[in-house]
Antibody, heavy 119, light 110 residues
Framework: EVQLVESGGGLVEPGRSLRLSCTAS????????MHWVRQVPGKGLEWVST????????GYADSVKGRFTVSRDNARNSLYLQMSSLRPDDTAKYYC?????????????WGQGTMVTVS | QSALTQPRSVSGSPGQSVTISCTGT?????????VSWYQQHPGKAPKLIIY???KRPSGVPDRFSGSKSGNTASLTISGLQAEDEADYYC??????????FGGGTNLAVL
């Protein structure tokens, strides 16, 4: 069974840092691009970051550029999001999502998300 | 990276068809064939239902179809069923390895 499990969320003060992790199972993690998408409860989806299968392609939303860093460890089947200089408007549920291809295209499998509260 | 424009809500009766529009610009929807659509039920993670404008992932019923004309993409759901009641989001590649979502559309099945 394909599964993505996010962890690392929690309550953090403005200006502090937090590292989210996403552990994958049930598929060959290193064959696919991966993404982070966030959602404020009751609001819409916001794309945050993307990383290709080999980390050659990386992209960030303007709202997080310079503050967030995405990375992956294919040997550990893991995706990470290092978040620094956190702001109250970063408060959201953060989902990791698997792409349908090695290079970014669309998000075909999602985790259940981890909540980040900046206050 | 401005959000794509979707209607806030649409509705239809069981068996009918509904179409949800997603309007962007030539820098996103109009410029690339990387438009995808997601269905999200309350409290659940989103689910991919259309990618590359009109392709359906395995397991998605053919009642769901996608298209694009110029800067506007559309999702059509035919033969509406009660379980189709959910929020729907479009998403487009916007160049320079960035993506943008629409604001979401709530579909009510009356």
């Amino acid at each position: 069974e394909v599964q993505l499990v996010e962890s690392g969320g929690g309550l953090v003060e403005p200006g502090r840092s937090l590292r989210l992790s996403c552990t994958a199972s049930g598929f060959t993690f290193g064959d696919y691009a991966m993404h982070w998408v966030r959602q404020v409860p009751g609001k819409g989806l916001e794309w945050v970051s993307t990383i290709s299968w080999n980390s050659d392609i990386i992209g960030y939303a303007d709202s997080v550029k310079g503050r967030f860093t995405v990375s992956r460890d294919n040997a550990r089947n893991s995706l990470y999001l290092q978040m620094s200089s956190l702001r109250p408007d970063d408060t959201a549920k953060y989902y990791c999502a698997k792409d349908i291809t090695p290079t970014p295209d669309a998000f075909d499998m999602w985790g259940q998300g981890t909540m980040v509260t900046v206050s | 990276q401005s959000a794509l424009t979707q209607p806030r809500s649409v509705s239809g009766s069981p068996g009918q068809s509904v179409t949800i529009s997603c309007t962007g610009t030539s820098s996103d929807v109009g410029g690339y064939n990387y438009v995808s659509w997601y269905q999200q039920h309350p409290g659940k993670a989103p689910k991919l239902i259309i990618y590359d404008v009109s392709k359906r992932p395995s397991g998605v019923p053919d009642r769901f179809s996608g298209s694009k004309s110029g800067n506007t993409a559309s999702l059509t759901i035919s033969g509406l069923q009660a379980e189709d009641e959910a929020d729907y989001y479009c998403c487009s590649y916007a160049g320079a390895y960035t993506w943008v979502f629409g604001g979401g559309t709530n579909l009510a099945v009356l």
